[in-house]
T-cell receptor
């Protein structure tokens, strides 16, 4: 069975601080995808990034960066110079590439609430 | 381009009543999903559908019924609502293929009294 653990339930930082959200996953599959979604106070779920299990290069998008380490089964998310607008719940998710139906469902972590204060 | 719409956005009902939550997509994605979001549990999959007339159970299907007669619609029915089904319900779609990426609707907040 697949599992995603986001051990940090809530994180509070002051604006401009860097913050890292941890994600640890468990899967027996050799091919899989990892995702991060953002849920702002308005409630919608916003896709942030997808990473496949064959690509361990770190990725940077503006103030966001992701560190994928297969050896530790982790896919951590760092926000540099945090802003108040970054306040949200962030979900890490895992899916397998191939199933009997040719598709797979997402397994979500329980989320980390990030509060950035001015 | 509306993408994914859910209706109603908010619903209050009473225990024992039947409730149907609607999900409509304009992308013609093959896959559609229903999740519930509860504090402390994250998002949990209720049901999903690979195509019209093909549905499958997720992690928490008990108490729910789905159907998919048309590709664009995926209604979720609570046949006899219980207080434990008070939650925020999200519909999602996916195009399949190698990415498994899912796109989420705005959610329906359901309260069962």
């Amino acid at each position: 069975a697949q599992k995603v653990t986001q051990a940090q339930t809530e994180i509070s930082v002051v604006e401009k601080e860097d913050v890292t959200l941890d994600c640890v996953y468990e899967t027996r599959d050799t091919t899989y995808y990892l995702f991060w979604y953002k849920q702002p106070p308005s409630g919608e779920l916003v896709f942030l990034i997808r990473r496949n299990s064959f690509d361990e290069q770190n990725e940077i998008s503006g103030r966001y960066s992701w560190n994928f380490q297969k050896s530790t089964s982790s896919f951590n998310f760092t926000i540099t110079a945090s802003q108040v607008v970054d306040s949200a719940v962030y979900f890490c998710a895992l899916s397998s590439l191939v199933t009997h139906s040719g598709y797979s469902t997402l397994t979500f972590g329980k989320g980390t609430m990030l509060l950035v204060s001015p | 381009d509306a993408g994914i719409t859910q209706s109603p956005r908010y619903k209050i009902t009473e225990t024992g009543r039947q409730v149907t939550l609607m999900c409509h997509q304009t992308w013609s994605h093959s896959y559609m999903f229903w999740y519930r979001q509860d504090l402390g549990h994250g998002l949990r999959l209720i049901y999903y559908s690979a195509a019209a007339d093909i549905t499958d159970k997720g992690e928490v299907p008990d108490g729910y019924v789905v159907s998919r007669s048309k590709t664009e619609n995926f209604p979720l029915t609570l046949e006899s609502a219980t207080r434990s089904q008070t939650s925020v319900y999200f519909c999602a779609t996916g195009g399949g293929g190698s990415y498994n990426e899912q796109f989420f609707g705005p959610g329906t907040r359901l309260t069962v009294l």
